[in-house]
DNA sequence: TGGCTCTGCGCC
DNA sequence: AAAGGGCGCAGAGCCA
């Protein structure tokens, strides 16, 4: 087959790293500008070919520009695309910079690429076929429908109200009599309470239900009492079990599991109740069911498993979303009076020493420039480690630092927690996203009733701001939560087979104490007395930064800026170091201590972890969780530290969702005018408990105390038993307390 | 005005 | 040359 690939001049230099994929091929170059299409294909034509694969922006916009005169089309949209036009198929790719940037631009062009040089072995596309439900048709193909091997489902909705406007269904047909697949798509407007009913009559067919990202869906179903049954796949869960560092939109899978597919979300900007908008839904509703059969067909068995361990997920963070927690209205009206306060002051402070009545401490130019005037002209950020470097240099600085920073600290409060809209019916509600991230933790975001906020970055309470007080338990329910203790560090431990590692995770000693003893040679009993009680504060500090900086591969620079530079001066001094050594050589130092003290984690480990991202690709924790790596981290280092923080990060994810769901199925359910589950947030579980049920707080702490066999870097397999911290009886999330009876009773 | 990217920052 | 992992959200600033 002959290729005529229609470059930019801006790729010219990255064509090298091109080169490797044509192998074998026969393709031709061109980054001459573009004149007109037919310009083009007469470029083609005089090499003879009738594929064209192109990264030229202006290219696509030619092609689309007569169905889409709206805006311009984002070439990383269409990547993947397929357009026809004039006998000619145009091939639609990232810029070719790509192949260098990114880590999975080679892997995605060879894939792409292939859709010219290898058709036959992609999922064949069905034809398109729809039609509105009205009335008079939907008792017919109800009966249709119900013989579906199985059905998609894909809603559209509304702000107003939070209604549905209509959804749409997508049947799958499997005749074994002469092996044939058949699709059809249907929509059903949601215009009245008939329909409504009609469209809660098609969500309990028996056919197992395929949605994308069906949570969204089940949480406008559950408001509108249609919940479905028997939803059953989902392919932004399989697509994120099987590559979970690419893309999990619904049009990106499409165009990675489908040839001949162009992108169509850009058709989603017509009227509602719309002929086309009714289109859209139905060809959304298509692509899921196609998507999902591509990716059955494609996906390999330890993608599966995943999907085994994810998908589950899903209902626990469903219920979750959907009970979210009360807002104590006082609290949460004091607090927003007080911050507003005294931001006031603050700028007023600011702005007049300044002189400068409009000055915004928020905007990062205007504060650069105002380093200028402070004399410190080459500090061109002002995030948290220039402002440190800043305010180091001078009292006078100093001072205009601190108004910034807490006129920033409040802003952000205010801004993003004490906002409008964080409540539906008093409830401050949220997402929780098992295909959210990486490494198989979940994600949250506001919820999709578009109201509430990210559940797991919620300010930590400090001693002047009680934010977590606006979080309030039911009537007649206390909060608690149940915490791992040091759940990332064992397993550091217990990966890497580090022995001494292993030894301070499990001893009963203070962790940190333990590790500042090691690394400083400084008696522990000097650090933590026999009570418990922290002596020494700073050194105790300064252990856990270097652990926490070691542990995620910190070079010094970077540790420098975490720790701050007066930290590192005291260091110091407190260790003793040579007076004249600078603070990165201090950061060296303090690093190369860990790596003394724990000689297994950075030095064999983490060639165990290189060693099977290059050979396999694949880096498979102990629940047998795999993730599909791209990156390379021999030749690039944030690849490293991606790898290297994956492992810990997910065996503490992987154990924190097996007790989310073990809670959800052992306590929550049996007990649902008792128990209400609420949230997950890394290493811990949120809950509420009815006051009296006291019983349910050591139920939970059962649930999340098991066993896990982890093998080490030299194939040692021990039993790692995380522990767990519980706390209760809060009537805000702000005053649970420690629970210190179950180990007693236990 | 709306949409986009960049910067900054909250949590574990 | 320098390189901290995993997230999501808001404001600033710029562009059309």
Redesign the pocket.
């Known amino acids: 087959m002959k290729i005529h690939l229609q470059l930019t001049s801006a790729d010219r230099s990255f064509i090298p790293s091109l080169k490797p994929l044509l192998q074998g091929h026969n393709v031709g170059l061109n980054d001459a500008p573009i004149g007109t299409i037919t310009e083009v294909e007469m470029r083609a034509t005089a090499r003879g070919a009738k594929h064209i694969a192109t990264t030229n922006p202006t290219l696509l916009y030619k092609l689309l520009r007569a169905e889409y005169a709206r805006k311009k089309p984002s070439l990383d949209d269409y990547a993947g695309s397929i357009i026809e036009r004039n006998g000619y198929e145009y091939l639609i790719l990232n810029p070719l910079d790509h192949l260098v940037t990114t880590p999975t631009g080679n892997f995605l062009y060879k894939r792409y690429f292939s859709k010219f040089t290898d058709q036959q072995k992609w999922f064949p596309v069905p034809n398109f076929t729809w039609e509105i439900a009205t009335p008079a048709s939907l008792g017919s193909l109800y009966t249709k429908f119900s013989s579906a091997s199985f059905i998609a489902v894909d809603i559209e909705t509304i702000k107003e109200q939070l209604a549905i406007t209509c959804s749409g269904y997508c049947g799958v047909w499997f005749d074994s009599s002469n092996n044939t697949i058949k699709f059809h798509a249907i929509v059903i407007p949601c215009t009245d309470e008939f329909m409504l009913a009609w469209i809660g009559k098609f969500n309990q067919l028996p056919a197992p239900k395929i949605m994308q990202n069906g949570k969204y869906d089940n949480a406008y179903f559950l408001r509108w009492g249609i919940p479905p049954v028997n939803w059953t796949w989902d392919t932004l869960n399989l697509f994120h079990c099987w590559y979970s560092e690419l893309p999990k939109r619904l049009d990106f899978i499409a165009s990675f599991i489908l040839r001949k597919w162009e992108f169509w979300k850009d058709e989603a900007d017509v009227p509602i109740h719309s002929e086309q908008y009714y289109r859209y839904n139905a060809k959304d509703a298509f692509t899921t069911a196609i998507a999902f059969l591509g990716l059955m067909q494609e996906m390999p068995s330890w993608a599966r498993q995943n999907y085994q361990q994810e998908f589950p997920l899903v209902f626990p963070c469903l219920q979750a979303e959907l009970t979210g927690l009360k807002r104590n209205e006082s609290n949460f009206q004091k607090l927003k009076d007080q911050i507003e306060e005294a931001i006031a002051s603050e700028l007023q402070l600011l702005r007049s020493s300044l002189g400068e009545p409009n000055f915004?401490p928020?905007?990062?130019?205007?504060v650069v420039q105002l380093w200028k005037v402070l004399g410190s002209s080459d500090i061109s950020?002002?995030?948290?480690p220039a402002r440190d470097i800043v305010k180091n240099r001078h009292p006078i600085n100093r001072f205009v630092v601190d108004r910034i920073e807490n006129i920033?600290?409040n802003r952000?409060l205010l801004?993003?927690y004490l906002?409008d809209g964080l409540t539906l019916h008093g409830r401050i509600l949220y997402q929780l996203?098992p295909s959210?991230?990486?490494?198989g933790?979940l994600?949250?975001?506001?919820s999709h009733y578009w109201c509430g906020?990210?559940i797991?970055?919620?300010?930590?309470d400090r001693t002047d701001i009680v934010y977590k007080g606006i979080f309030a338990a039911d009537k007649e329910f206390y909060i608690g939560e149940g915490d791992y203790d040091q759940a990332e560090s064992r397993g550091t431990a217990y990966l890497s087979g580090d022995t001494s590692l292993i030894e301070t995770v499990n001893s009963d000693k203070d962790f940190h104490a333990l590790n500042a003893s090691s690394f400083f040679g400084i008696p522990y009993e000097k650090i933590v007395d026999a009570l418990g009680d922290v002596l020494d504060k700073t050194l105790r500090d300064l252990s856990k930064r270097v652990n926490?900086g070691a542990n995620?591969?910190?070079?010094e620079?970077?540790l420098l800026?975490?720790m701050g530079i007066e930290n590192v001066l005291r260091a110091r001094s407190m260790l003793r170091l040579p007076k004249n050594w600078t603070l990165l050589e201090v950061c060296r130092y303090l690093l190369a201590v860990f790596d003394k003290t724990y000689p297994i984690v950075r030095g064999p480990w983490y060639d165990k972890i290189k060693v099977d991202v290059i050979t396999t690709h694949m880096l498979v924790g102990p629940t047998g969780w795999t993730r599909y790596c791209f990156g390379n981290p021999v030749r690039n280092?944030?690849d490293m530290?991606?790898y290297a923080?994956h492992p810990p990060?997910s065996l503490n994810a992987m154990t924190l969702n097996q007790a989310w769901l073990k809670v959800f199925y052992e306590v929550a359910l049996p007990n649902p005018k008792d128990f209400k589950l609420c949230a997950q947030?890394?290493?811990s579980i949120l809950f509420q408990y009815r006051v009296g049920r006291d019983d349910l707080i050591r139920s939970v702490h059962q649930c999340m105390l098991f066993d896990t066999a982890v093998v080490d870097t030299f194939g040692t397999s021990r039993i790692l038993r995380v522990p767990v911290s519980m706390k209760a009886e809060g009537k805000t999330w702000a005053d649970v307390k420690k629970v210190d009876w179950l180990k007693i009773a236990a």
Do not use: C, F, W
């Open positions: 915004n928020n905007s990062p130019k205007q950020s002002s995030d948290t920033r600290k952000k801004s993003s906002k996203n959210g991230t990486d490494t933790r994600a949250s975001a506001e906020l990210q797991q970055n919620i300010p930590r926490h995620y591969n910190m070079a620079q970077v800026n975490t280092k944030r530290n991606r923080a990060q947030i890394h290493d």
